[in-house]
Nanobody
Framework: QVQLAESGGGLVDPGGSLRLSCVASGFTFNQYVMTWHRQASGKERELVACIRSGGGHTDYGESMKGRFTISRDNAKNTLYLQMNSLKPEDPAVYSC??????????????????WGKGTLVTVSS
């Protein structure tokens, strides 16, 4: 049974940091591109970051560049998202996802196969 279990969300002050984790099971983690997406209330889901199966290539949504860092530990079947300098526009449900490695980060819109349920991030003073 495939499972993607996110954790690490919560309430943080503007300018603060959070580290999200996503533990994967039920599929061969190192054969998948992994992503973080987010969806704010009333808005469409958007890509936050993507990392290829070997971890050597990453992509970010424009507003996340320089603030967020995606990484993965294939030995632990775990995906991470380090979020720094959080802004009032960052609150959303953050979900991890997986697409077969052949899609790469450029093709994930066509190949997303597995999704987690998400973890809520709130930014407020």
């Amino acid at each position: 049974q495939v499972q993607l279990a996110e954790s690490g969300g919560g309430l943080v002050d503007p300018g603060g940091s959070l580290r999200l984790s996503c533990v994967a099971s039920g599929f061969t983690f190192n054969q998948y591109v992994m992503t973080w997406h987010r969806q704010a209330s009333g808005k469409e889901r958007e890509l936050v970051a993507c990392i290829r199966s070997g971890g050597g290539h990453t992509d970010y949504g424009e507003s996340m560049k320089g603030r967020f860092t995606i990484s993965r530990d294939n030995a632990k079947n775990t995906l991470y998202l380090q979020m720094n300098s959080l802004k009032p526009e960052d609150p959303a449900v953050y979900s991890c996802g997986a697409a077969p490695a052949l899609y790469g980060c450029s093709g994930i819109v066509y190949g997303m196969k597995y999704w987690g349920k998400g973890t809520l991030v709130t930014v407020s003073s």
